[in-house]
Each structure stands twice: as structure tokens, then as C-alpha cells.
């Protein structure tokens, strides 16, 4: 249980707040590359701040401010062109720095472009999404974690905007049991109120129910906290229980499955709503060739009072304890420990950032950010997959790329499987 | 720039506020007659005040207050009758005053409804349109502006409810560069966004897009004439130069193009809410005699994120500054000085209102109402037309085209 002023201080992002200060410190992503591709200008919110990101005719990304200088016109209308991003009313131009560059009505004489400046904030691309810095200068470099700095795999992304603050959806990554309902109990239920009573389906979530954790643990590391589950049937041998998986400060979590491997990042947009990315990354079988990505597939994942697939429960439970949940009132059981943990690590770093320190997971050295390894268990090769498995698995139906991923893992299972005559069949997790 | 509290003034339009005393001076549209005739019955709400519109059984306008005396039930929902408009819930009845004339519920000995009276105001029907006067009395006339009189023509009405302040829609109308860019350059970048490449959508973006070489503002009897020249335009007889064309104080600006004048009024529903009107019409061939229209044809113009069509653009931009635009941080430049020029005019009337003046724009005079012409540059009639085009200019659903034959004078017998 929290005070209602620990609440606020773990859970505001505005500018100023101890929370938005900290998370000031990251970069963000904003938007996916396809985003971007569909629609060079688009309305970005980001800890309670509004901007507008645009890719200019040269193809260079530019993170302004919402409002041209002079009328206030919103530059989500803006045009692009090859020198910046221009407001649509009276054709002020800015560049990416968020200098006014061209009021083409105005003598140039007075120069008045020159003295007219609206914010201005970093921007990058990587690993198919968008990513913004607007804190203190000046900005880290931005994290190549492993995921996004991979060479020959193949990425989708789900998106969805949640009505909901940022944190109680990272706390589901420290949140171990909760598989064993959410994702087992409910997804039964699930079944029954939508009728499907085919049995690979059903066994799906079943699955959850009944792996049982025996024990869990969790540790402070460097990127963030390990987490550790043994379940019924596995012996303290089990790679979740040696190895486990990482939640990556302050709003990733690392997951896996044999030949895949996926970060839920939960973005605060602002208090009361959080942009959720589940990013995928899906590794060849020997000799299989990547299908083309000339920009990562995005696509959105709804949030359905019944959801057949398993990201789709989280993001049922995440929005239905509140806009802001009230940690006044919760009761913390023995089970809850990791969120303990975490809500520490967090106080820590925001008191790192108080003293002018880095928190964790900056990085200033282009040396130590080539690919950042995040340690997990090691899931092995996908060796079974049966056609249509994507439907139910994390963004269910959704995914645009499904086809292709479809026909890809299987032919990723055929080839890691005759590689591994020899062994014997593993099952999907 | 204005300070937070000049911005107010200019901005909140509530009773008793500065610039809604202003307003309240001026009569202003509350719906279209066609709407009537599909309901008689109609909520309305003008500067922040919400009222009830109905037509009783003998065809006579009212406009009373929202709620009955009674138990509060919302009068939108009542029965227009012979002499006046029921409340569903109990059956009381109010004329075009706002008298309650009957409580069929009530012993009549006690004469209950004699002493109940909700709010009435003054209601008239204009050009096809239905107006409201709720300011104080005597009311003055409502202005004959010669666009709503005027015979032989085509009208029509393009109506969009608006999520933001009125002046930002208003202010519009003393900024002339916008043009170049709003409907040049942004309307050459919705044609690239939606692929649309019919050669008069390419031309009129062309066309908008021919820079200012000149801007003149100056007051005039209604408000302020704009006069503009742009490249390729002599100076001795570019009409935009030599006549320009009105903002009409208030909440108005005529503006012309050939074969047609349109008037585009910004009615403020409430502090955040403007109802717009674009209310045009047209003159045929000379020649031509255009049947009498039983009603105008309404149309809705909609907002669209990449809008082909010249409004569509402008009702994209206004609400884009924000709900009541922030003025405290504005930049205004050299180009803006017909803004300040209207925004100095509102301050000016508001001032004379509160002297207890009549503002600029009143009429009393019954005499001088007959017609009031509007000076607007004089182009000449429409002599071409390309089927399919009016979308280019008058958004998607308006219903122009299917009234062009007529109006060229190609359907057999229109020509006397």
C-alpha cells in the first residue's frame, strides 16, 4: 500500500513532477516507422506534452512543438517539405531544431523568422519505430537493446492506446501469478463465452492453469529486475527458474518462446493514458530466408471485454483498476514482492535524478551501445508449429504480417527440426 | 498579442460578459427553414443560452426558453398545437411570448397559468433561414443584407458545427494572405495526399497559390473593406484591388467569384462552439428565370483531415488554434494588421454598448432596410461550368450541381 502522495509521485509524468523528471531521462518510442510511411506528419503526446513529428522531402525526422508561433494552427496539418515541416495557414516553415526558417508573406527585410523559435526535441529511428528525447540536454544516446539492434530476424508491432496510467501496466511485468488466472482462468472462460470449444484452442490457456508456480523470485539486476517462476512438473533445473527474464527499467519487459522473442513497452503518454507496443522478433530457422521488411508491419491490438488472445487479457486488467489506480487502498499479499521491489527501484532513481545523477539505463558510451544483451533463459529453436497458432498468441488476429509469419515459422520448425533429428520433439511453450 | 484578459473579452459571449453584450445587440441565424419542415420542434443554443425553436400548427415561428416552468422537462421534446407548444410531461402549453396559456391538468378557477411565463424572443424568417434576436429591447430591425433578398437566383446553405471560439472563424476573414497557403499550398498537398489530379482542382489550387503583391484594410459603414493584389493582376482594374469585399461586422464576410456572392456567417453557440454558415447564391445566365425555391437546400460541409474542397480547408484550420485560441502567445506580424484593425473595432463597439449605444450594424430605420447593399468586387456571371466541379469549391455534398442546367439555361423553357 502506497500513500496517496507516493501514488502521485510514482505515477505523474507531467513537467516537474518527480516521475516525469525521471522518465524525461529515456527515450521514447512515438510512433512506428509504418505510421510514418502512411502519413509523414502526425500529433505526437509525450508525458503530458503535445508535438508534432514529420519526415521532411529528404526523408530527415523532425519532433516540434504542437503549435505554429503565430496563430497557434496545430502543425499536425503542417505540409512536409524538403527543408522542414510548413504550417498550413500562412506557410511558416520550421526545421527540425524548431527554428521558424520562412514566413513567405513577411518581408524578409525585418527578418522576424530568425528571432521566431518554437520547441525543438531529439529524434531517431530504430529497429522499425520512432523515437523522441525532450529532457535535459545533453540527451544519452538512444539504447540499442538486442531486440531492436538484430540483424536478420523478422519484427512486427502491436500497438495499443491504453486509458490507463503507465504503471500499472509495468507492474503486471513483476506480477508473476497472475499468468496462472489472466492469461489460464480467465482465458478458459473466455472460451466458454465465446463458444470456441476447439481443444487446441482451450488447451492454450488451460496450459496457464495449469502450471502452477511452486516458487517465484525476483532480483534487482542491471537493467532492472530478473524475474524467476518454477511450475508444477519442472525441476529447479528449468531455465525460468536458473536464467528467468528480465523487466527492463523503467517500462520494458523482456519475454520469450522458442524461436521468438518480444518486448512490451508501455509509454506514458500522459497520467491517464499509456501508448503500449508489443514488439516481436521472430528468428530464422538454419537456411530459411527472412521475408522482405522494407518497414516493420505495425498494426493495432483492440481491447475486447473477451479477448481470445493473451496480450489482449493484459490489456483488459490494465485500464479496469482505474485511470490511476489507488494504491491507498490495495492489499499487497506475499505473492506481490516484485512490485515492492520495483516501486523502490523507481523511488531510488528518481532520487538519482533529484541528485543530478544518470538513473539506470542511460547510456553515454557508443561503445557499450552496439547491442545491448539482456540475459534470459534460453528457449531453444521453435521446433513445432501448427499453421494458425498466431491467432490466439500474443496480438492475436491483428497482426497484418500474419500470412507471411505464418508460412515463415513453419518453415523455420521444418528446418530447425531436421537439424535436430536426433532429439526429442519440444513442445510450444 | 493580447494579455490572457484582453483575449477573454474578446472571446466569452455568456450574458453579461463584454463581447456577449455585443452579440446580444445583433440578430443572429438558429436554423434553417428546411430543418423545421422536417421537425417543427427544435433545441437551440446562442451565446451560451439554450432555447426551444418551434413552428405551432398555424405555421407561426417561436422561440421560448428550454425547460417548462413545471417540473424543468426540456421543451425539444414537446407538441406543437394550434396555439403554441405543449410540455409533453404534463400537458402545459406556451405561446410565442413565453406565456403559459394552458394547464389542462390544473383547476382553471385558479388561473395557475396566467401567472407562469418562460423566457420568449424574437424569431423571423429570412432568405431561408430562421433568425433570433435575445437581446435586450426594443429589438432593433433585422437587416435586410441584399444577399437574402435578392430575386432570381439559387440558394444554398452549407452548415458545420464547429468546435471552437467564434473569433478565430471571424478573424479569418482580416487575414488575407491565408489563401496563398491554406488553399495554395496545404490544398496542393491534400490533391497529393488523396491523388486527386482533375485538371480544375490543380487550376484553382494554381490560382490561389499567385502570391500578394499588396494588402489594403479599411473601415468602411459595415465593418472593414479587404482589398488585396496578387501577382499577375493590373492594379488599375483588378476588381480584388479596386472594390475588395467586406467583413461585415460582426460575424460576417461576403465574398464574391463569378456567377455567385456568398455570405459566411459565424454564429457563436457558446464559448467553445461556432455554428457556420456558408450561405450562397447564385445568378443565372442572363436570361434565365429560376423557378421560386419553397425552401434553401441546407448541405453539411464536413471536416476532413485532407479536404479538396476551399472550406473544407478553412474548418480545418480554426479549431486546429485550440478551443478559444491562446492570443497571449500568438506572434502576430506585419500581415496580420487587418486583425488588429477588427479586434480595436470589437473593443470600440463593446465600449459603445456599454455606454448604452447602439453598435454599428443596427437598424431602426424601416426605411433604410429595404435592401443594404454591400459593396463587393463585381466579377462577371459564371460563363462556363465543367460537370462535376462544384466539390472543388463547395464541398462534397452541396447540391449545386444538380442545379447548374438550370442555371446555364440548358434545360428547355427556362429562358424567357
Not at chain 1, 254 to 262: C, H, R, S, V
Not at chain 2, 333 to 342: C, Q, V, Y
Request: charged share 20%; aromatic share 10%.
Amino acid at each position: 500500500m502506497l500513500s496517496v502522495e507516493q501514488n502521485e509521485r510514482l505515477t505523474r509524468v507531467g513537467p516537474g513532477t518527480p516521475m516525469g523528471e525521471l522518465m524525461r531521462r529515456y527515450w521514447f518510442p512515438v510512433a512506428t516507422s509504418q505510421d510514418i510511411a502512411e502519413n509523414p506528419v502526425r500529433a505526437v503526446r509525450l508525458l503530458g506534452e503535445n508535438l508534432t513529428l514529420y519526415k521532411d522531402r529528404q526523408g530527415r525526422l523532425g519532433l516540434i512543438g504542437q503549435r505554429c508561433a503565430h496563430r497557434s494552427v496545430d502543425l499536425k496539418h503542417g505540409i512536409p517539405e524538403q527543408d522542414g515541416l510548413r504550417c498550413p495557414y500562412h506557410g511558416w516553415m520550421y526545421d527540425a531544431s524548431g527554428q521558424c526558417i520562412d514566413q513567405p508573406a513577411e518581408d524578409p527585410q525585418h527578418n522576424f523568422a530568425s528571432r521566431v523559435q518554437i520547441p525543438g526535441y531529439h529524434v531517431e529511428e530504430l529497429g522499425g519505430l520512432i523515437w523522441g528525447y525532450i529532457g535535459p540536454e545533453p540527451a544519452p544516446l538512444l539504447p540499442r537493446w538486442d531486440l531492436f539492434a538484430y540483424d536478420n530476424v523478422f519484427r512486427v508491432v502491436g500497438t495499443t492506446m491504453l486509458p490507463c496510467n503507465w504503471l500499472q501496466a509495468q507492474e503486471n511485468s513483476v506480477d508473476t501469478v497472475h499468468t496462472e488466472y489472466m492469461h489460464g482462468a480467465f482465458g478458459v472462460y473466455t472460451m466458454e463465452v465465446l463458444g470456441i470449444d476447439d481443444p487446441a484452442v482451450v488447451s492454450r490457456f488451460q496450459r496457464f492453469v495449469d502450471r502452477h508456480h511452486v516458487k517465484i523470485d525476483f532480483k534487482p539486476v542491471k537493467h532492472g529486475i530478473q524475474k524467476y517462476r518454477l511450475t508444477v512438473g519442472q525441476d529447479e533445473t528449468a531455465g525460468s527458474w536458473t536464467a528467468g527474464h528480465p523487466m527492463v527499467f523503467p517500462n520494458y519487459v523482456l519475454i520469450g518462446q522458442p524461436g521468438y522473442k518480444e518486448f512490451q513497452i508501455r509509454v506514458p503518454v500522459d497520467d491517464t493514458t499509456t501508448y503500449h507496443l508489443s514488439y516481436h522478433v521472430y528468428f530464422p530457422g538454419p537456411g530459411v530466408e527472412i521475408p522482405e521488411q522494407t518497414t516493420v508491419p505495425s498494426f493495432e491490438v483492440p481491447i475486447r471485454p473477451y479477448p481470445d488472445y493473451v496480450l489482449g487479457q493484459d490489456i483488459v486488467a490494465w485500464p479496469a483498476q482505474g485511470p490511476i489506480m489507488d494504491r491507498s487502498v490495495e492489499k499487497l499479499a506475499e505473492t506481490d514482492r516484485g512490485l515492492i521491489m520495483f516501486r523502490k527501484q523507481l523511488e531510488d532513481n528518481i532520487r538519482l535524478v533529484e541528485a543530478g545523477q544518470d538513473p539506470m539505463n542511460v547510456f553515454r558510451d557508443p561503445a557499450e551501445n552496439q547491442c545491448i544483451d539482456l540475459e534470459m533463459e534460453d528457449y531453444g529453436p521453435l521446433l513445432n508449429y501448427t499453421s494458425g497458432y498466431l491467432q490466439h498468441n500474443n496480438a492475436g488476429p491483428f497482426n497484418t504480417a500474419i500470412d507471411v509469419l505464418d508460412g515463415f515459422l513453419a518453415k523455420t520448425a521444418a528446418a530447425n527440426k531436421s537439424q535436430r533429428a536426433a532429439e526429442p520433439a519440444q513442445q510450444n511453450l | 498579442m493580447l494579455s490572457v484578459e484582453q483575449n477573454e473579452r474578446l472571446t466569452q459571449v455568456g450574458p453579461g460578459t463584454p463581447m456577449g453584450e455585443l452579440q446580444r445587440r445583433y440578430w443572429h441565424p438558429v436554423a434553417v427553414d428546411r430543418e423545421l419542415a422536417e421537425n417543427p420542434v427544435k433545441a437551440v443554443r446562442l451565446l451560451g443560452e439554450n432555447m426551444t425553436l418551434f413552428k405551432d400548427r398555424q405555421g407561426r415561428l417561436g422561440l421560448v426558453g428550454q425547460r417548462c416552468a413545471h417540473r424543468s422537462v426540456d421543451l425539444k421534446h414537446g407538441i406543437p398545437e394550434q396555439e403554441g407548444l405543449r410540455c409533453p410531461y404534463h400537458g402545459w402549453m406556451y405561446d410565442a411570448s413565453g406565456q403559459c396559456v394552458e394547464q389542462p391538468a390544473e383547476d382553471p378557477e385558479h388561473n395557475f397559468a396566467s401567472r407562469v411565463q418562460i423566457p420568449g424572443y424574437h424569431v423571423q424568417a429570412l432568405g431561408g433561414l430562421i433568425w433570433a434576436y435575445i437581446g435586450p429591447e426594443p429589438a432593433p430591425l433585422l437587416p435586410q443584407w441584399d444577399i437574402f433578398v435578392k430575386e432570381n437566383v439559387f440558394r444554398q446553405v452549407g452548415t458545420t458545427m464547429i468546435n471552437c471560439n467564434w473569433l478565430q472563424c471571424q478573424e479569418n476573414s482580416v487575414d488575407t494572405v491565408h489563401v496563398e497557403w491554406m488553399h495554395g499550398a496545404f490544398a496542393k498537398y491534400a490533391l497529393e495526399r488523396k491523388g486527386i489530379t482533375h485538371d480544375t482542382a490543380v487550376k484553382q489550387t494554381a490560382n490561389f497559390m499567385r502570391h500578394h503583391i499588396k494588402l489594403g484594410f479599411e473601415r468602411n459603414e459595415f465593418g472593414i473593406q479587404k482589398y488585396r493584389l496578387r501577382e499577375g493582376e493590373d492594379e488599375a482594374t483588378a476588381p480584388s484591388w479596386n472594390e475588395g469585399h467586406p467583413l461585415v461586422f460582426p460575424n460576417y464576410v461576403l465574398i464574391g467569384g463569378p456567377g455567385r456572392e456568398e455570405v459566411q456567417m459565424r454564429v457563436p453557440i457558446d464559448d467553445t462552439t461556432t455554428w457556420h454558415l456558408a450561405y450562397q447564391i447564385y445568378h443565372p445566365a442572363e436570361g434565365v428565370v429560376m423557378p421560386a425555391q419553397e425552401t434553401i437546400e441546407p448541405f453539411d460541409v464536413p471536416i476532413e483531415e485532407y479536404p479538396e474542397y476551399v472550406l473544407g480547408q478553412d474548418i480545418l484550420a480554426w479549431p486546429s488554434q485550440g478551443l478559444i485560441t491562446d492570443r497571449s502567445v500568438e506572434k502576430l506580424a506585419e500581415t496580420d494588421r487587418g486583425l488588429i484593425m477588427f479586434r480595436k473595432m470589437l473593443e470600440e463597439q463593446m465600449a459603445l454598448v456599454a455606454e448604452g449605444q447602439d453598435p454599428i450594424n443596427t437598424f431602426r430605420d424601416a426605411s433604410k432596410n429595404v435592401r443594404i447593399d454591400l459593396p463587393v468586387e463585381h466579377y462577371p456571371g459564371l460563363n462556363a461550368y465543367r460537370q462535376g466541379t462544384a466539390v472543388f469549391a463547395r464541398g462534397p455534398n452541396n447540391p449545386l450541381e444538380r442545379h447548374m442546367d438550370q442555371l446555364m439555361g440548358t434545360v428547355a423553357g427556362t429562358k424567357s
